[in-house]
């Protein structure tokens, strides 16, 4: 079974600091990681992925995030927060062979002027 | 570019009606996915298709539920007798590829179905 925990309903952060919002995974064999972004009444938008080779990945804004294998981890990153950061974000994985994403319940993060 | 689109956006329904939704994914994707995601939650995976084959369905697909999609190109999805229980956002997303699936999945903005 596979399952993904975004321990934080919330985050508050200072805009022009470095931000984090958490995720941690449990799957079968080897992992394939997404973040999005949900903007009130949109879709989500793709941020970026893991799949294999390094465990830092760079996506889009200029978010990136960092795969770490031992604590099942992939906690999403920037290193300087905007206002228009503040969104629903979403951690998801697919499970080698499934086809289908398995998503996080969100995590709400607030950047404050 | 166009993305992923759905219609309607909204839709307001008795108990017990029928309603479906349509999705037009980007372009050149073969793959086709339906979910739904209710207040407070991620998106829970309805049903996947690869070109015109639906080839995967949730347990969360009760009979009343069903999705076509013809040529391979545009989808629909069906719900028969809604209940309140189906009020949720239904968001529909395309990628392309084969085998693995690992390319990314691009949304809709999804069509938010009330039922009263």
């Known amino acids: 079974a596979q399952s993904v925990a975004q321990p934080e309903d919330q985050v508050n952060v200072a805009e022009g600091n470095p931000l984090t919002v958490k995720c941690t995974y449990s799957v079968s064999g080897n992992p394939y990681l997404f973040w999005y972004v949900q903007y009130p009444n949109r879709g989500l938008q793709f941020l970026l992925k893991y799949i294999t080779g390094d465990n830092l990945v760079k996506g889009s804004y200029g978010f990136e995030a960092e795969f770490n294998k031992s604590q099942t981890s992939f906690h999403l990153k920037k290193p300087s927060a905007l206002v228009s950061d503040s969104a629903l974000y979403f951690c998801a994985v697919l499970q080698t062979g499934a086809n289908n994403l398995f998503f996080g319940t969100g995590t709400r993060l607030t950047v404050i002027p | 570019d166009t993305g992923v689109s759905q219609n309607p956006r909204h839709k307001i329904t008795k108990r017990g009606q029928n309603v479906t939704f349509r999705c037009d994914p980007i372009?050149?994707?073969?793959?086709l996915y339906w979910y739904r995601q209710t207040l407070g939650q991620g998106p829970e995976f309805l049903t996947y298709?690869?070109?015109?084959?639906?080839?995967?369905k949730s347990r969360l697909l009760s009979d009343r539920f069903s999705a076509e999609r013809p040529k391979g190109s545009f989808s629909t999805l069906e719900i028969q007798r809604t209940e309140q229980g189906d009020s949720a956002m239904y968001l529909c997303?395309?990628?392309?590829?084969?085998?693995?699936?690992?390319?990314?999945?691009?949304f809709g903005d999804g069509t938010r179905l009330s039922i009263l």
């Open positions: 298709f690869q070109n015109e084959a639906q080839l995967e």
């Open positions: 372009s050149e994707h073969n793959r």
């Open positions: 997303a395309s990628s392309l590829g084969q085998g693995g699936g690992n390319q990314p999945q691009h």
